[in-house]
């Protein structure tokens, strides 16, 4: 049995066609993802992902020709990141629950059905990068018919 050998540019020349194949800068451009000057984002991310792929941390990986690892921590580090607060319901479904307290029918707007369930809500900050939760809740109704609301905080 043999085992395959791949070196580091086999790999960042097939990284570099799968990132043609998904289009990649439309992808970037899309998630408005971009510099306002110097080297383009997609070399950047091709680059560190390839660092990723082979196991290396930014500290490790090799060098690049076109830029710097410092060009690449500041790219991460782009302090005009947009901030945002985010509000997620979450269903939890418990279909074949019986004795649970505050059980009750929920409204699953994804699918336009009712669940025996409860409401998740959870408040969180992020700078997209990073999501910190501020708040939780555990919405539910003490009445198994109709559906209101009572906050039950944890």
């Known amino acids: 049995m043999s085992i395959l050998q791949h070196s580091t540019t086999s790999i960042h020349h097939s990284f570099g066609r799968f990132s043609k194949l998904v289009r990649l800068s439309e992808v970037l451009r899309s998630s408005n993802i971009q510099k306002s ?3 383009k984002v997609t070399i950047l ?7 990723l ?3 290396y941390s930014l500290f490790r990986a090799n060098e690049s020709e076109l ?3 410092k060009t690449v921590r500041n790219c991460l580090n782009d302090p005009r990141r947009r901030q945002a607060l985010i509000v997620d319901d979450s269903l939890f479904k418990r279909e074949f629950s ?3 307290e505050l059980l ?3 409204f699953d707007h994804d699918k336009q059905m009712y669940f025996k369930g409860f409401h998740a809500l959870t408040i969180g900050w992020s700078d997209g990068n990073t999501f910190l939760p501020v708040n939780f809740a555990l919405m539910s109704s003490s009445k198994k018919r ?3 609301w009572s906050i039950q905080t944890l």
């Open 37 to 39: 000057k110097g080297i």
């Open 45 to 51: 991310l091709e680059w560190l992902l390839n660092a």
């Open 53 to 55: 792929l082979n196991r």
């Open 67 to 69: 830029f710097s690892k």
């Open 98 to 100: 019986k004795n649970t």
């Open 104 to 106: 009750a029918r929920v």
């Open 146 to 148: 109709k559906p209101t």
